[in-house]
């Protein structure tokens, strides 16, 4: 996942960040977060500086200077150029640019209860501003004209992307409207924004208040050693000392569900994670859904557009809601009939432990699935997941990452001390290339902890650029794993080993990248193609070369030995029915709620949900990756919304782009990797995606390697030349 931009309204240019170096800049002030960023790489965030009160005056003063820049800019006598208008806007608001995006990470972070009201007070104010740049009518005037003149203005293909880009962006939000439908527009954005930061808070409300401590060693039957030693850790940091907490986070449910043996508190723990949001309380979700989705209806209503799905996908790769919808269909039918074989392949176990003696009568439940799972890999593939774990060594895991980026990209990491973080527990790295250019940082977040969003994701803190000089990346990965205890390494799943992959894959995108122009450069590209390079990079945790050299058994120090990577392998698309349904039914629920709503319908969530998932036929043993009332994706943003379909979009590209490497014989081939690099990874926004994406394969993907990948019936394999 990607941390979008905090204005989602506003114009991409404007909000690039692009600090300078200390002492280059007027009118720094005293406010730690509107400061140049100092020091080594060309500058770093203050961290270390940072104060929770210093956020609102710092944020108002950043927005009023900007606001004034882009004035100059729009009143500027001369006819409007590349240079005084385009060029212009990547350049202004640098103070916005830093301290918007120290708040986007300690709200993601850091969100401490004295931050949440900071953030409560700021969010429709930025919504605001991100209107009031685009209703800026002189502003829009000048790109307007560049636009309008733009072939014949001599610009390199780059500087044409741009003002396409700038002038689409001001479009898509209401540059065009008129006074009332603007003045309409801002309080609708400003209302959204509200709504958006009380759900993400209520989630992390439910998440942190709802723990269940467990008391009884035998409370812990069939729970990994690993797991119970992070549960017994968390409860004592929690004041339970002696129990074990299992928190109501998707990396204390899953294993949970998986391992437990006791059907009673599995039950519990995975009714208390999907139930959050909706649990008829003060952190109940439903309503403010509700709310979202009339207010996104109007605002697409305003701006010319049938449905906000439509509105969404206006620059997208995809283009169009139907489009989508034709490629989740076509997965959905193969994906529901494997779930189908799961449960009767699971359902023929549970009935062998009953014949047994071994276990009660049973029928498949939605919090048994994770569980018999488990026991028909064992019994299937002779895998049992839990003696995969010891081979996979967070840190170790992490030096994978580097080994990968070094042989594909030829980049280097070198840890660096010194640099200012939000907690001690951040690490941070330079990255050099082959030629020992610096090109950015990398910092590592990998703990959960109170105030921290759940999940994965990566976050740019400054964007590559070269236009004013060359101005180095700073990227972040960001995971929660439970901290063990000291000097304890931690052991992970073969699922966030993947996951920590997937990550590193968009900080390598922002690293690689190559670009004159910040809002063009890296990460910064259609959301439906953002999740192409780092689902790609997936691929590389299963090489021979990575397993052999970093999967290694945290006691005995060998590697993971052969016939258990072949288990693996040969297990890889098991469970894929699950994992392809629990997805693509809240992607279809995201896509149909966002078709279905209008201005004056009040659409109940949970019915909404029960019945599309009826309709479809959803199996009864799954339920959605992120149930509405949940779904922070699409509602505590707009980022995803309309847009979750964009994971599966971009896994037709990827599982198409990794068939590259096997038909040029392997998943190290410099020649294809070369491409990787020159055509997706360094390229960022500067080309139509469907261009780069012909650049580096030589066609258009179709939806045949997807379906290999997942083992759903599809054509054969293509030819692996050794
Ligand atoms: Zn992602």
């Known amino acids: 996942m990607m941390k979008g931009h905090l204005v ?3 114009i991409a240019a404007l909000l690039a960040a692009l600090p300078m170096m200390a002492g280059t800049e007027p009118g720094a002030s005293a406010n730690p977060l509107l400061a140049p960023w100092t020091g080594p790489y060309g500058g770093v965030p203050a961290f270390d500086k940072v104060r929770v009160e210093d956020f609102k005056p710092a944020l108002e003063k950043a927005m009023a200077d900007e ?23 990547e350049s202004a608001g640098k103070e916005f640019d830093r301290s918007s995006t120290i708040f986007g990470i300690y709200s993601s972070t850091m969100d401490t209860k004295d931050f949440q009201a900071v953030e409560t007070e700021m969010a429709p104010k930025l919504a605001e501003f991100g209107d009031k740049i685009v209703q800026n009518k002189a502003l829009f005037a000048r790109v307007a004209a ?71 060693e035998s409370d812990l039957a069939g729970l990994p050693d690993g797991f119970r030693k992070g549960a017994s850790a968390a409860a004592e940091t929690r004041g339970h000392k002696g129990h074990w907490a299992i928190l109501n986070t998707r990396s204390s449910m899953e294993p949970f569900l998986t391992y437990s043996d006791r059907r009673d508190l599995r039950e519990k723990v995975w009714r208390t994670y999907y139930s959050r949001g909706d649990n008829n309380d003060a952190h109940d979700n439903k309503k403010l859904i509700t709310e979202i989705l009339k207010l996104r209806a109007e605002r697409a209503k305003l701006l010319g557009f049938r449905t906000h799905a439509d509105w969404r996908l206006e620059n997208s790769m995809a283009k169009t809601p139907e489009k989508t919808m034709e490629l989740m269909e076509a997965v959905w039918k193969p994906a529901v009939a494997r779930v189908h074989e799961e449960v009767a ?11 047994a003696g071994r276990g009660p009568k049973i029928t498949i439940e939605p919090w048994d699935y994770r569980y018999y799972a488990e026991k028909v890999r064992k019994e299937k593939y002779d895998l049992d997941q839990n003696s995969v774990m010891p081979y996979l060594q967070l840190e170790k895991i992490r030096e994978a990452l580097f080994y990968t980026a070094g042989r ?5 990491f070198a840890p660096v001390t010194g640099v200012p973080t939000v907690t001690p527990d951040v690490h941070v790295w330079e990255v050099q290339d082959a030629s020992g250019k610096h090109v950015g940082l990398w910092y590592f977040d990998p703990y959960a902890r109170p105030g921290k969003n759940s999940g994965a994701w990566m976050n740019a803190y400054r964007s590559q650029s070269r236009f004013e000089g060359e101005i180095p990346t700073i990227v972040s990965n960001n995971t929660n794993f439970v901290k063990g205890k000291p000097g304890e390494p931690i052991l992970i799943s ?31 590209v259609s959301r439906d193609y953002v999740e192409f390079p780092s689902q790609l990079m997936e691929h590389w945790l299963s090489t021979p070369e990575v397993l052999n050299q970093f999967a290694l058994h945290y006691q005995t120090g060998k590697p993971i030995p052969k016939e258990l990577v072949e288990k693996i392998e040969r297990a890889s698309k098991f469970n ?20 279905a709503a209008t201005p004056d319908k009040d659409i109940d969530p949970d019915a909404f949900e029960k019945a599309t998932l009826k309709e479809l036929g959803m199996p009864r043993e799954v339920v959605m990756r992120h149930r509405t009332p949940q779904f922070g994706h699409i509602f505590s943003g707009d980022g995803y919304s309309a847009g979750y379909y964009s994971y599966l979009w971009s896994d037709t590209l990827s599982a198409d782009a990794y068939e590259a490497f096997v038909e040029a014989g392997g998943p190290w081939d410099p020649a294809v990797a070369k491409r990787l690099k020159d055509n997706v990874f360094s390229t960022g926004n500067t080309r139509d995606p469907a261009e780069s994406y012909r650049g580096f394969r030589g066609h258009d993907p179709g939806t045949a390697a997807l379906m290999r990948k997942r083992g759903f019936s599809a054509p054969a394999a293509p030819a692996s030349h050794p």
């Open 345 to 355: 392949d699971m359902q023929a176990v549970a009935d062998k432990d009953a014949a």
């Open 576 to 595: 894929q029915g699950f994992a392809t349904v629990e997805y693509l039914a809240g992607a279809l629920v995201d896509m149909k709620l966002h078709l």
């Open 494 to 524: 073969w699922d966030d080993a993947t996951a920590l992959f997937h990550e590193f894959g968009h900080a390598l995108h922002g690293l690689s990248s190559s670009v004159d122009y910040p809002s063009l450069s890296g990460t910064n």
């Open 8 to 10: 989602g309204v506003a």
């Open 408 to 412: 594909l990209f030829g980049l280097k």
């Open 146 to 216: 560049v636009y309008d003149a733009r072939e014949s203005l001599s610009l390199t293909p780059e500087q044409k992307r741009l003002v396409w880009l700038d002038y689409t962006n001001f479009v898509h939000a209401g540059a065009k409207l008129g006074d009332a439908a603007q003045k309409r527009m801002s309080e609708i954005n400003q209302r959204l924004a509200t709504l958006f930061t009380k759900f993400s808070q209520n989630l992390l409300a439910d998440e942190a208040d709802y723990v269940l401590y467990l008391e009884r």
């Open 67 to 89: 606001l004034a820049e882009l004035d100059a800019i729009a009143g500027n006598p001369e006819k409007p150029t590349f240079a005084n208008t385009i060029a212009a806007l």
